[in-house]
Structure formats: C-alpha cells, structure tokens
C-alpha cells in the first residue's frame, strides 16, 4: 500500500470534511438504545441529539460521534465496551459483506498475514479471509485472548466492525471467542474486473517523482511534498488512466510494473526519454500514442474510487458480429 | 452534491444517429453546467469515444490553424471534427495523420446553426490516437449493442413510467428509431463482409 498525491482522494490524513450535515442520525440513534435497552432509560430522541450536537456542531464524523456517545452511556451504567452486546445472537457474516461500524458479528476466516504490532496496546493486528475478501483484524492485549497463528482458519464469535476512512476493520475483545477449525478457506482477494476502451491518461501520469521520505510515497507537486516539503525525489513510472465501456467509467491505476506491461516502456527507458527531451512530460505523450483509444480488461482491487490493475490483458482478439447481427435483425 | 463531479461517460453511437442529434440541453442553469445532446433513440450524450476511418484532413482555419477532419463509419456515415489553438494535441494529430488511417477519437460533442437554419452536428476532439483494425471492429460491434439496447429501452417505454430522455426524444424529434436499427445492422453485416473477404483472401 502506498501513499498518494491529495488528488487521488487516497491519502491516509484525516480530512475535517468527513461527514456532511444531511446524515442520517436517526438510524444510529435507534441502534444505540436498543443496545442499552435493558440498562439505561434513555430515549432515541436524547441519544439523536446528542449524535447531532457531535456531528453538526463539531463536525466529528459519525463513527467518532457513535463511539463517543456509547462511551458516554457505558459510563452511566457502569458497563464494559466488551459487555455491550447487539443484541442477542451475532450475525454470522461474509466478510465482504461488512459494511457499517460498531456492528457484533461472528466469522469463520483464515489469518492471512500477521502483521507486527506497533503499540503496546495491539496484542496482534494482520489480515483475515474467508471466501469473499479480506479484513484487517486488531487483537487487543488487555482482552488476554490466546496467539492467533498465521495460515489457521479460526471460528471467531463476537467480533465488532470499524470504519476509518471508509475501510472496515474488525476488533478482536474480551468476549471474543476463538476456536481453530480444521478446515481450508480459499481466500478471495475481492477482485474487481472491468473493460473498456482507454478513453483519458490523467494528470500524474507518466514519470513521476515520489517522496522519498520513509513510509512516505506521496507524489511530489513540482519538487515539493504535501507533508515533507522541498525533497529530492525518486522516480517512478505509472498511469491513472480512465476506462469507459459507454455506460460506466472506472478510473484504474497502473503502477510501475502494469504500466511498462501496458506501454512496453520500462522506468529506465522513460527516464532515458526524459533525459534526452529534458522533460518529463514527454513519457506521458508517449504511452498516450500507445494506449489511448484501445480496448483493455483490467483485474485489481478497488481503493476508493480506484481500481489498482493488477493483470491487464488488449482486447485486440477477433469480435463476434454474428451474434450482434441476429440481435439486431430480431427486434 | 457530490464533491467531485463525476466524469460523464462517451456514449457510443453511429455517425448517422449522431448528426441526427441537433437538440441541446444542460440540465441545470448553472453557467458550468454540462451540454448534452440529446440522442434521437432517447439518451444524452456529453462525450463521445468512435473509432472509424480517417478519409480527409484540411486546415479550414483563417488566421490561425483550424483542422477538420472526417471520419467515415462502416455505413460510409462521416463524423466531423474539429480542432483548433485549445485543442492543441488533436489538432496536432490531425495535421500529422496520413488518411486513410483507423483513428479513435474521443471528444465532446458540438452543434451549431448553418444560414438556412440547418443544425449541424461535429465533434471537438479530446484526444485522437491512431489505432489498429481490431480496435475499429470492436467499436462497432460495441456501438451496435449500445444502440440496440437504447433501441428496446425505447421501444419498451410507454405511459407513466416513461424514461426522460426517451419522453424527451419523443417531443424534440420526429426520426423513426428503426433508422438506427438499420444503420447497426448495415455496420454489423459490412464487418461480417470484410471479416469473410480477409478470410478468403488467407485460404
């Protein structure tokens, strides 16, 4: 994973702008006091108002103001995070199919990749799977829950969701249950495909400088980065092209490896193009000549608004017009 | 509102449907708004992406460089397009190309009044790139399934439920969509002719 230039929407730093005025409040301000339905008299209005008071007035974003508040009522009643329950029985769910925060769910899913832990508070933290996709975990260490081991396939009961930056997460607690199941999972990698004709190469394509600070990758705007300022940048190749199929458009982007796949121009060819032209806008014009206009099918997951194309394949093989043709006689 | 707008898609269409399309409408009366045109079988149309021949290139421009450049569908239909000073890299491409050549051209489309109140339709090119014969065959393979499609969804509205372009089509036009169906079957059976001839000419 790599950090981009602002105008991807990509980046990691949080934006003040999260959440717009217009949210619904009502609906989480339900979930709430069904949640402590049984400990606290509290009505949905008061704990709406509350959601608003966060929201509007602060401009906290809703997943902030949502754990703020329940904070809030498990103080007045004297609870643990870990004791609040959804409510009876967990949702055995795909994890694919997670899609809000603060959700108690339970999965059967495969330890991917553990990851090293960069806080105290962070037992284990890596990425699960199952069938459909894959999820970043957090194991907390005061939850004193046993070592998961990579590659196992475990029955997790009683997991929450999270939500930073609209990618979801899910949090291992003290009322985790953790079963190993002797069982394989075929991981899906929630791969996107999509085709159609290159129909725009946009800007921050071509040769590009990157930061060269560490964990820092951000694409540098005439020398400069957003975070680091006036840097000696390193040189990278990639296109942020648009793909458009007549009903739908997808913006894709190709890193180093898929944009020589895509052009036939390595990163050393293009910074020899450079040198020679003294400017490296010309590797941009160039991979245009080659590959707007023409039809590609493109694999990857999504990021954001983006697809990261992960195999691409021309479409340039033989067109049926027979089929087309009966079609068009038929109606 | 969205924060960012989202790009419009290149609608694929045929030349004769295309120069058929002279009503023009943006759907807000914000200054910035979007033009469309709206497309006789009932879509509207901000872009373009076609892919055909490229039979002619001509400097029309007075004072300064103005190119026209025509190209020509399987049904012998012609876009036209234009490029001048603020479309400095079409314009280039077309005053290097070298017709005949296969050309896939994406751009906006563009109407304006003649003398005798004839409204024509062009295209200002965004990028023109010059491509090979299997992009050509699936563009109108493509464009024939695209204007199918719009075709039924036509043919398939009536009363309440009535899509709006389709209601608006209707009102700006008196041009049978059967026109349309005709010109993807003549793209269609010119592929399926030149698909045979290249076979007969390898055995």
């Known amino acids: 994973m790599y950090r981009d230039d602002q105008s991807t929407g990509v980046s990691h730093r949080k934006h003040a702008e999260t959440e717009t005025p217009m949210t619904d409040l009502h609906t989480p301000a339900t979930e709430i006091q069904e949640q402590f339905d049984d400990q606290l008299d509290v009505t949905v209005d008061e704990i709406e108002e509350r959601l608003e008071t966060l929201v509007e007035e602060y401009k906290v974003p809703l997943s902030e103001a949502r754990r703020s508040v329940v904070n809030t009522y498990l103080d007045d009643a004297g609870m643990d995070r870990d004791q609040l329950s959804g409510g009876g029985g967990n949702e055995h769910v795909d994890i694919a199919d997670v899609d809000a925060p603060e959700e108690w769910i339970d999965v059967t899913a495969k330890v991917v990749e553990l990851w090293d832990a960069t806080a105290d508070a962070v037992a284990q933290v890596g990425l699960l799977g199952d069938e459909t996709g894959t999820i970043k975990f957090t194991k907390w260490s005061k939850s004193d829950l046993p070592e998961l081991e990579e590659g196992q396939v475990y029955e997790l009961r009683n997991v929450v969701t999270d939500e930073y930056q609209g990618r979801f997460s899910v949090k291992l607690n003290r009322t985790t249950t953790i079963e190993a199941v002797d069982e394989e999972i075929e991981v899906g990698d929630d791969a996107v495909e999509v085709e159609g004709a290159l129909v725009d190469i946009q800007s921050g394509s071509g040769l590009i400088k990157r930061c060269p600070e560490e964990d820092c990758t951000r694409v540098l705007q005439n020398g400069r980065c957003n975070e680091h300022g006036e840097v000696e940048g390193e040189f990278d190749l990639r296109i942020k092209g648009v793909l458009d199929d007549g009903e739908e458009v997808t913006e894709v982007i190709f890193d180093e490896e898929a944009t020589e796949a895509l052009t036939g121009i390595s990163l050393a060819e293009g910074k020899e193009m450079a040198m020679d032209a003294l400017d490296t806008t010309v590797v941009a014009d160039e991979m245009r000549q080659k590959v707007l206009g023409r039809y590609y099918r493109v694999t990857g997951p999504t990021l954001g608004r983006y697809v990261l194309a992960n195999e691409q394949e021309r479409l340039d093989g033989p067109v049926d017009a027979e089929a087309m043709l009966i079609k068009a006689r038929s109606i | ?203």
């Open chain 2, 1 to 203: 509102m969205a924060a960012t707008p989202t790009r419009e898609v290149a609608r694929r269409v045929f030349a004769s449907e295309f120069n058929d399309a002279s009503y023009t409408f943006k759907e807000s009366d914000d200054e910035r708004a979007p033009v469309y045109v709206l497309l006789p079988t009932g879509e509207r149309a901000n872009r373009v992406f076609l892919v055909g021949t490229l039979t002619e290139t001509e400097d029309v421009g007075e004072d300064s460089e103005y190119w026209q450049g025509r190209v020509v569908d399987p049904n012998g239909d012609t876009f036209f397009m234009y490029a001048g000073q603020y479309q400095p890299d079409a314009a280039s491409m077309l005053r290097e190309l070298e017709p005949p050549a296969y050309v896939a051209v994406v751009g906006k489309p563009r109407t304006y009044e003649t003398d005798d109140g004839e409204v024509n339709v062009s295209v200002r090119p965004e990028s023109i790139s010059q491509v090979d014969e299997a992009t050509r065959d699936r563009w109108v393979v493509e464009t024939a399934e695209r204007t199918l499609d719009r075709i039924q969804a036509f043919d398939d509205e009536d009363g309440a439920e009535m899509d709006e372009y389709v209601q608006m089509a209707g009102e700006q036009y008196d041009l049978p969509v059967e026109n349309y169906r005709r010109a993807a079957v003549g793209a269609l059976e010119s592929l399926e002719d030149e698909q045979r001839e290249t076979t007969t000419a390898e055995q």
